[in-house]
């Protein structure tokens, strides 16, 4: 079962010292842009319907990341914001999320697991192009913000998208900002781009991707038998390639969508892909070699 403690500090006071992992900070204490009058609302959580569903949560007003550090002696420097997919209905936040983030603590990275907002879950409110947007924008200032008493780099922030988790990664690496300087909330003075980007089988158009030089280096993985992603992701490298960034593409023959991360789980797509992640980020300069 998925536990966690919601953590409320001011964002720049000495005790985020106190944080442990799968604690939940929000991204604003005083409630999202956007939300107003909803973050009362309780988040849904709902159990795996079968052996190898995901944990699914829903109904978020209030936009928060779960925190996973590594142990100091062992950190890398490196940190990644996980975005989880689900349709933008709810976020399959284990195998595309807390399962990503341990994973990335055992080779050194710092994670936060992004819980943004949903867009098309019965209802909603808001837009995908606007508050999961501002979430994840958010959530890399963040980290910015705390990269000192977290251990993180500020130069090695990156975003890693799953799914619709990938569209909102996609939106962070092409419509970043470099901070404002004069904002009177110092969290909004923080760069919110991304320093590299990693997309697993995103639900992305590539004619919808403003591909420029200064796109991130970028990471892309997907299986063959997932129709949507696969072209995309083809179709992306080609883009990615004629502007100059680089990129490392992985497509494998099978695993459909939505397999997630899961050690030692069938088919093998589901706990071999992190392995080319991990060489993938230590050949950029990312985190170190296995």
């Known amino acids: 079962m998925f536990k966690h ?17 799968g604690d939940v900070l929000p991204l604003w204490p005083g409630g999202a842009p956007g939300s107003e009058g909803m973050t009362g609302r309780k988040e849904v959580v709902t159990e795996p319907a079968k052996p190898g569903d995901s944990l699914k949560v829903s109904n978020i007003h209030n936009p928060s ?3 996973y550090l590594p142990p100091r002696q062992k950190a890398t420097g490196a940190a990644m914001i996980i975005a989880p997919g689900g349709g ?5 936040i284990d195998s595309e999320g807390t399962n990503v983030a341990e994973w990335l603590n055992s080779i050194g990275v710092a994670a936060f697991v992004l819980k943004y907002r949903l867009a098309k879950e019965q209802d909603s409110s808001y837009k995908v192009d606007e508050h999961p947007f501002a979430d994840v924008q958010r959530a890399l200032r963040l980290v910015r913000a705390h990269s000192e008493e977290w251990g993180v780099n500020p130069a090695k922030v990156g975003v890693i998208g799953f799914s619709a988790g990938g569209e909102v990664a996609v939106m962070a690496s092409t419509r970043y900002d470099l901070g404002q300087a004069n904002a009177a909330d110092p ?14 089988y995103p639900g992305i158009r590539t004619e919808n991707v403003n591909v420029t030089k200064d796109t991130p280096p970028t990471f892309m ?13 083809s179709n992306l490298y080609l883009a990615l390639k004629k502007a100059g960034v680089p990129a490392e593409l992985h497509i494998y023959n099978s695993g459909g969508h939505g397999f997630g991360y899961r050690a ?3 088919p093998v797509v589901r ?3 992190v392995l080319r992640l991990q060489d993938w980020m230590s050949d950029v300069g990312m985190s170190t070699a296995k």
């Open 264 to 266: 030692g789980a069938a």
């Open 271 to 273: 706990s071999t892909w």
């Open 221 to 233: 993985l997907c299986a063959d038998n997932d129709r949507g992603p696969s072209t995309a992701l």
């Open 88 to 92: 933008h209905r709810f976020l399959s």
């Open 65 to 67: 990341l779960i925190i």
């Open 5 to 21: 403690s919601i953590v409320t500090l001011l964002l720049l006071a000495p005790c985020a010292f106190a944080l442990k992992n």
């Open 187 to 200: 969290i909004e003075r923080q760069s919110s781009k991304p320093d590299y980007q990693i997309l697993i």
